[in-house]
């Protein structure tokens, strides 16, 4: 007799279901695992059979067989144990075998028959009520799989004989509760940021319109300081979003204690990241530094820091809002819907453009360093401002600074005119002027007559790109939400052209 159960393989965050066949026939005495099995699935079979052993249970003198089908969907990951040594102990009658037939089932086995935490859990909650099956996986996952729906059927034991005990009705597992981290009080506040008006009202400003940002100025000016400010006036994460981005967390293994969090990404990567440390993939396909940051902020510190490949590679998830991976044998989508923060020195000794400095090295201190970013990826970047070191003045007898909470007030509010407007539209999925369509960004941010003629004299001057002259307007369109005004003004069109010649004045020095 074979018995069946249901568990799921990961392709990006999707759950694919997985039928896990065992069969326990006469023959030559072993276990095989077929099914395109990678190297921990394979390991598998020394884990089942050690932890089926210290639950009581002997395999009998037989030859076991375990196909996982579709044989050609590739399985990766150890949390086939679980649906493994359900499956066997379904075929030696020590749990009915009518049990597991509305379930999903995953977790890893330890060698003494405690079932360890896997990633995943989330997707592949989500997957099985969307079949319509409750889920059994590991106590540690219980509270992260328990978002996946309130009325869905979760049993999150700690060991195979817990298992049994339910089904046998001796000792019946209660279903876990989702949790959630509480939010983080102390993150650092604007207030301690001394000058740098300018370059607050930018972060306020990419904040509010989820557009990018590239910071400029000599070392010790505030620009990491000012970036690790950002998570502190961004909104929390709408459910919805909570939920797609914990998937991905998921995914990566990377929620602490199966609780989740409302609180924003923020990814600030070191500048020696690898290309798959960034985008993602890898020999086991896994989430990036783009998609671990989805939803939320990407902050690369010491911009040309890092290697130019690896830069170039986020031109397509800062256009798409996905990171498609594509690997021999099959794709793998991750969402990447990210707001890139860049900070950099203008040159390699720091100083080039400073009152009263020349670099050592000449023009080419300047024109090197700032080579390493290509003009496709500047051109993505909506905001890019100086910050200049700060003034001595600002620093003994500071003017008082706004705290943070008065900042976010104001993003909220302009981010929720957004929300509004693209929900009126019949765009529901769109949260953000800065991921507005090219195409509805004229309906959408409709300006004055006065406004109107600035745009157009600025664009035959500066050669606007096609790009930019969209993007000034979605940045125009943010200030005039800041502003609470219907129509983009002039002024609010001459601080969006400002933030982009700060960019072309930049590039032109290069
Ligand atoms: N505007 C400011 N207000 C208050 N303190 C500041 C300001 N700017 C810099 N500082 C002080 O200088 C330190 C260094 O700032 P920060 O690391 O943000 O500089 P940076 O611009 O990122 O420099 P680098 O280019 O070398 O990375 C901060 O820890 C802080 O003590
Ligand atoms: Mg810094």
């Given at each position: 007799m074979v018995s069946h159960v249901k568990t799921v393989a990961f392709q990006g965050i999707e759950a694919l279901p997985v039928d896990v066949q065992v069969m326990i026939a006469p023959g030559k005495i072993g276990m095989q695992i077929v099914g395109l099995p990678d190297k921990a699935v394979a390991e598998s079979r020394e884990r089942v059979q050690a932890a089926l052993h210290a639950s009581g249970l002997a395999l009998p003198a037989k030859k076991v067989t375990i196909n996982l089908a579709p044989a050609d969907l590739p399985k990766e990951g150890s949390h086939f144990d679980l649906p493994i040594a359900l499956g066997l102990m379904a075929a030696l009658g020590a749990i009915p075998s009518d049990a597991l037939q509305n379930y999903v089932v995953l977790g890893e086995l330890a060698l003494d028959g405690t079932i360890s935490p896997v990633a995943g859990a989330l997707p592949a909650a989500i997957g099985a009520n969307a079949m319509e099956r409750g889920l059994i996986c590991p106590h540690g996952c219980g509270s992260e799989a328990a978002w996946a729906g309130e009325d869905m059927d979760i049993l999150a034991p700690q060991s195979l004989i817990a298992v049994a005990n339910h089904f046998r009705g001796t000792q019946v597992l209660t279903r876990p509760k989702p949790t959630r981290h509480e939010a983080a009080k102390d993150l650092p506040d604007l207030a301690d940021i001394k000058g740098q008006e300018t370059a607050k009202r930018a972060l306020e400003v990419a904040a509010a319109g989820g557009h990018n940002l590239l910071m400029v100025g000599p070392p010790g000016s505030g620009k990491s300081m000012l970036a690790a400010r950002l998570s502190s006036i961004l909104p929390p994460l709408s459910p919805a979003e909570l939920l797609s981005v914990s998937m991905v967390h998921s995914i990566a293994g990377q929620l602490s204690g199966g609780k989740l969090t409302d609180q924003r990404p923020f990814r600030a990567p070191h500048h020696s990241a690898t290309m798959a440390a960034m985008v993602g993939g890898g020999v086991k396909a896994r989430p990036g530094e783009v998609s671990m940051a989805h939803k939320g902020v990407l902050f690369l510190d010491e911009f040309p820091e890092f290697s130019p490949q690896v830069l170039d590679s986020l031109r397509q998830p800062l256009e798409t809002s996905n990171c498609i991976i594509a690997r021999a044998n099959h794709r793998v989508n991750y969402p990447a819907d990210i707001q890139l923060i860049a900070a950099m020195n203008p040159c390699r000794c720091g100083m080039?453009?400073?009152?009263?400095h020349t670099c050592a090295r000449g023009p080419r201190c300047k024109t090197d360093y700032q080579g390493r970013i290509s003009g496709p990826l500047l051109d993505r970047i909506d905001l890019r401002i100086d910050v200049p070191a700060v003034t001595a003045m600002d620093l003994i007898q500071p003017k008082p600074s706004e705290p943070s909470e008065n900042v976010a007030l104001r993003v909220l509010r302009a981010r929720n005119m957004q929300l509004e407007r693209y929900r009126n539209l019949g765009f529901p999925e769109i949260t953000l002027n800065a991921r507005c369509p090219t195409a509805q960004i004229e309906q959408v941010a409709k300006m004055d007559q006065e406004g109107s003629a600035l745009l157009n004299e600025a664009a035959q001057k500066m050669l606007f790109s096609a790009r930019a002259y969209h993007r000034v307007l979605k940045v125009a369109r943010t200030l005039a939400d800041l502003d609470n005004s219907i129509v983009v003004k002039r002024i609010h069109l001459a601080e969006a052209i400002s933030y982009r010649i700060a960019g072309e004045r930049l590039m032109e020095n290069a």
């Open positions: 080039a453009g400073e009152p009263g």
